[in-house]
């Protein structure tokens, strides 16, 4: 492999993420929850255009896309400070708008310019109006650390304090972050599917499966936390293991396959004691219905004549790359040719993050790279020696022209997805991984004719 | 008053043109007090026939910025890089532009490639400590990266607030480098309406990169516009002239020989008015003074006029009169389709003036239209290019005539007043509720489709598909909730929450 010798570049081209403000889809994704943001002009519809529209086209919801109240900061609140006018906006959205909650979202702007955006949306709450803010200008993080600070201000501020029992066998999951990952509707509702059919009540909290405030309310009840997902959301359990004393569950690999998603069941049901026998009962259901399609893949996978590739490259965000990552060595036999985690995950969880990648199976150990910056990205693409025949690549549309470029496939499976339509289809658990396969391979077999 | 191309930021829309974003009234008043040649400029605003009156509320919701303007014009240049000075969160705009960008070339037959825009990844460090060092970097890296023919630099709120010296950055890497390096100022904040950001790009373009001693190209005529597929050359080609395509999916080239060509066009002097002006002001490239070639009064005026500034008026008289007989069996066939049908313009400016024309000439009954935005004059300030004038002359008053910037909770009202069979569209936003009410919505992505004698035809055409549609918006508007509180919804008057009028 050739070292890239040079240092770092601060330069990210085809980016793979937004700003903190993008955590504005951390309210749009709650039902009738809807973000306020203070900021410039352009901000909300950036991130809604980007995150949510060109990526997937999934749609605004009820409270996102152009339906965002925002303060659209002109030099007036540069130069005097935006406090007024948030506070004005914030009383015109109540008259307006018809939401159980309002999550204020700031931007660059007042948060270098430090407006006291605390005391104006506190003097809201003393009034008791359902409203949190959270500080995301976006110099200070990405959509991803802005998702876990929009999530504590929910907690902190609106959900509350909580003194009384707890419910056994109910599961607050904090998993994919909504709207970034393409497949979010469709993998939650799978998710919750599946840890219900082993006999659990789950708050799935984002999505239409989701009973919104109501059932964010109920989090500090739940038996406990899962954490589905290599990082995002443990310092949400961590959060809430100190506010409500609720203990967390943390697998970083979300499963996709019968194989994973049983192990993971199984996993689950034994750090919640639930008893064994219909736990098994709805596992041998949903394997038999798995295998017999598994079947019928199995005589286009053995027989088909044209070439299918053996090697695999994913370019993605930790959580989906290592999902990926573990069904196709595991489940298709595939070989790992390289895996690119792109959301510029903490320094503290990159050394664990590598460690599941070495035991990705018994047999097969991967050296994951951390990168943002696609030209870099691509260039590790390049380097990569993938035998005698083109690559799959599981990435984004920054791969398009890449794909031609090395002649192999291209599955748009994260953000951006510019070129696929999604609305419930989903790529997890045991129904999910079926659409995988479909999907991997209507792409391959539509391109050979 | 001149362009003003001696510093490097542009002068935004609302200081030169006196833009405003927000107003409600019929078209025949707006027009009457815009700054063009009709009296009655509004009284309590004084003298300075510019100066209207505008509303103000207390509540927006998101609109659209100057920096995303720049993204998709210098940003979808095919030889240069632009590199975005800010904090991550701008750079998603890559996201778009380059699906509307690889769209775009597919359409116009060029071959498809993935933008070039760099983030230079500002943190909060870079807050305190400036972010000049990383800007030099990726301007750098750029370099390496690309071999471009020019670089942009595209400013933010984030870097406009910290102060940092980014023409100074410029200059020294222009040296450095040996191409153009041109700051484009888009702070978010600076204008009220996002097409500054569209002056923002051309007044470095005219500064930086157009040839400053041209050879005249006598039969090539500038089209400033979009991503629209390609319907000028077939046009021009009648009258013997060659087109350049300026800004998206251009070359540095095809930018450069701007100040060569004999005149400029465009398909709306909402985008092409800074750039035609300052080429007619600095190169003598004649601006063509006509109306938008939309519909067929103003397609022939258009036509006359770029014939007579090129000097080939007969071609030009046979050309109208050859269309005008092919397109008239046709015309009357959609009439007949269309009779009864009601339609509503939401879109730019200058472009809806132009799209109510079309939609009155097909038949289409126009009660209410909505614009982003107004500008009492362009910046040549000829009355023969006052679009809305001359939509209320030729097509007759609007009297439901809305200056609304994006603000989707205003836009319940105005189409409850109206009641469209179907609505007109470009930018994002507003399509979305009225689908929600029942009524689908023609997204004009190619923005020549209802250009010239064709477009009407395009445009009928358009509308009959769209009008099969309904059956599945109606069946949404039965299944849906809208985030609007019912006393909001029941409220007639869009503009109840402003307050009394404010002076630009």
Redesign the interface.
């Known amino acids: 492999m050739t070292e890239t010798v040079k240092e770092k570049t601060n330069s990210i081209e085809q980016i793979r993420y937004g700003c903190a403000i993008g955590a504005l889809h951390t309210a749009t994704a709650i039902p009738r929850v809807v973000p306020i943001t203070h900021c410039g002009p352009g901000c909300a519809d950036k991130q809604f255009m980007n995150l949510s529209f060109y990526n997937g086209f999934q749609g605004g919801g009820y409270g996102g896309g152009a339906v965002i109240p925002s303060t659209n900061a002109t030099e007036r609140e540069v130069v005097f400070g935006g406090a007024d006018r948030l506070h004005e906006l914030i009383e015109a959205t109540l008259k307006v708008i018809d939401a159980d909650l309002f999550t204020v979202v700031t931007g660059c702007i007042p948060d270098l310019v430090g407006d006291d955006v605390g005391s104006v949306v506190g003097e809201f709450q003393r009034r008791g109006v359902p409203i949190v803010y959270a500080e995301t200008g976006g110099f200070r993080g990405n959509n991803f650390t802005g998702h876990e600070l929009v999530v504590k201000a929910i907690v902190d501020q609106f959900v509350g304090e909580y003194e009384g029992p707890r419910e056994t066998g109910t599961v607050n999951l904090w998993s994919l972050l909504p709207v970034h990952n393409t497949f979010w509707r469709g993998d939650l509702t799978e998710l919750k599917r599946i840890l219900e059919g082993i006999g659990l009540k789950v708050n799935v909290l984002f999505g239409h499966e989701s009973k919104g405030v109501a059932e964010w309310k109920e989090i500090p009840k739940a038996q406990f936390n899962l954490v589905l997902s290599p990082w995002l959301g443990v310092s949400v359990a961590q959060h809430l293991e100190k506010k409500y004393g609720q203990t967390y569950l943390h697998i970083p690999a979300i499963p996709i396959g019968a194989k994973e998603t049983s192990a993971f069941l199984r996993k689950v049901a034994a750090y919640a004691e639930l008893p064994q026998e219909p736990v098994e009962a709805f596992i041998a259901e949903e394997e038999r219905r798995y295998y017999l399609y598994l079947e019928d893949f199995s005589d286009f996978y053995a027989e088909y004549w044209w070439g299918l590739p053996a090697k695999f490259a994913v370019i993605g965000d930790s959580a989906y790359n290592l999902a990926l990552t573990r069904f196709l060595v595991n489940q298709l036999g595939l070989i790992p040719g390289r895996q690119i985690i792109t959301e510029n995950p903490p320094d503290d969880v990159r050394e664990s993050i590598r460690e599941e990648y070495r035991r990705i199976a018994e047999d097969v150990s991967v050296e994951v790279d951390f990168e943002e910056d696609s030209w870099a990205i691509h260039n590790l693409i390049r380097e990569t020696d993938f035998g005698h025949k083109p690559p799959v690549i599981f990435g984004t549309t920054w791969e398009r022209d890449l794909a031609k470029e090395l002649k192999g496939a291209l599955v748009e499976v994260g953000f951006p997805a510019s070129y696929e339509l999604v609305l419930n289809r989903s790529y997890v658990g045991y129904r999910g991984a079926l659409s995988l396969l479909e999907k991997i391979y209507t792409t391959i077999v539509s391109a050979s004719a | 008053m001149p362009i003003n191309l001696k510093t490097p930021v542009v002068e935004s829309r609302e200081q030169r043109l006196g833009t405003i974003i927000a107003w409600d009234g019929t078209a025949e008043e707006l027009a009457q007090q815009s700054g063009y040649a009709r009296e009655g400029a509004c009284g309590s605003c004084g003298p300075k026939a510019r100066k209207l009156c505008e509303i103000q509320?207390?509540?927006?919701?998101?609109?659209?910025?100057?920096?995303?303007m720049v993204e998709c014009q210098a940003g979808n240049v095919r030889d240069a890089v632009t590199v975005q000075h800010?904090?991550?969160?701008?750079?998603?705009?890559?996201?778009?532009y380059?699906?509307i960008f690889?769209n775009g070339l597919a359409a116009r037959g060029l071959p498809?490639?993935?933008l070039?825009?760099?983030?230079?990844?500002?943190?909060?460090k870079?807050?305190v400590y400036g972010g000049i060092d990383?800007l030099e970097?990726?301007v750098r890296?750029?370099f390496e990266?690309h071999h471009p023919k020019a670089i942009f630099i595209a400013t933010?709120?984030?870097t406009?607030?910290?102060g940092d010296d980014v023409d100074g950055a410029a200059t020294k890497l222009e040296a450095e480098l040996g191409i153009p390096v041109i700051p484009l100022h888009c702070?978010?904040?600076?204008s009220?309406h996002?097409s500054t950001g569209f002056d923002a790009t051309q007044h470095g373009i005219v500064r930086q990169i157009v040839n400053k001693n041209p050879k005249k190209q006598e039969d090539l005529v500038n089209v400033i516009n979009l991503w629209g597929s390609d319907v000028f050359t077939p046009m021009l080609g009648e009258l013997g002239l060659r087109t350049n395509y300026v800004v998206d999916m251009a070359t540095v080239e095809e930018l450069a020989q701007l100040s060569e060509a004999v005149a400029t066009v465009s398909h709306c002097f909402t985008l092409a008015s800074y750039m035609a002006q300052a080429l007619e002001q600095e190169y003598g490239v004649v601006e063509v003074k006509a109306p938008q070639p939309y519909g067929t009064v103003a397609t022939d005026k258009w036509l006359r006029e770029v014939a007579r500034v090129t000097h080939r008026e007969e071609k030009a008289e046979a050309y109208i009169e050859r269309e005008h007989a092919r397109i008239a069996p046709k015309l009357e066939e959609l009439r007949g389709k269309l009779k009864g049908i009601k339609g509503y313009v939401a879109t730019g400016s200058a472009y809806a003036h132009s799209m109510v024309e079309v939609l009155r000439e097909l038949g289409v009954q126009v009660d209410g239209s909505l614009v982003f935005h107004h500008d009492p004059v362009y910046d040549s300030q000829d009355p023969r290019q006052d679009t809305l004038a001359h939509m209320v002359d030729n097509a007759g008053d609007v009297t439901n005539f809305s200056v609304s910037s994006?603000q989707?909770?205003q836009f319940y009202a105005l189409l409850q007043k109206v009641k469209p069979d179907f609505i007109i569209i470009r930018h994002?936003?507003?399509a979305?509720?009225a689908s929600r009410l029942g009524i689908p919505a023609i997204p004009l992505g190619d923005e020549h489709h209802p250009l010239g004698y064709q477009g009407l035809l395009n445009l009928g055409e358009s509308i009959l598909d769209v009008l099969a549609h309904k059956k599945f918006h109606q069946d949404l508007a039965a299944h849906t909730?809208?985030?609007?509180?019912?006393?909001?919804l029941a409220e007639p008057d869009p503009y109840i929450?402003a307050r009394p009028a404010v002076h630009n």
């Open positions: 509320g207390p509540f927006t919701q998101g609109s659209i910025c100057s920096e995303m800010s904090p991550i969160g701008c750079g998603v705009g890559q996201v778009i380059n699906s690889r498809v490639q993935n070039h825009l760099i983030s230079t990844n500002l943190r909060e870079d807050m990383k970097n990726s890296d750029a990266r933010s709120c984030a406009g607030i910290i702070e978010g904040f600076k009220k996002w994006r989707q909770y994002n936003g507003l979305p509720l909730r809208l985030p609007y509180r019912k006393e909001w929450l």
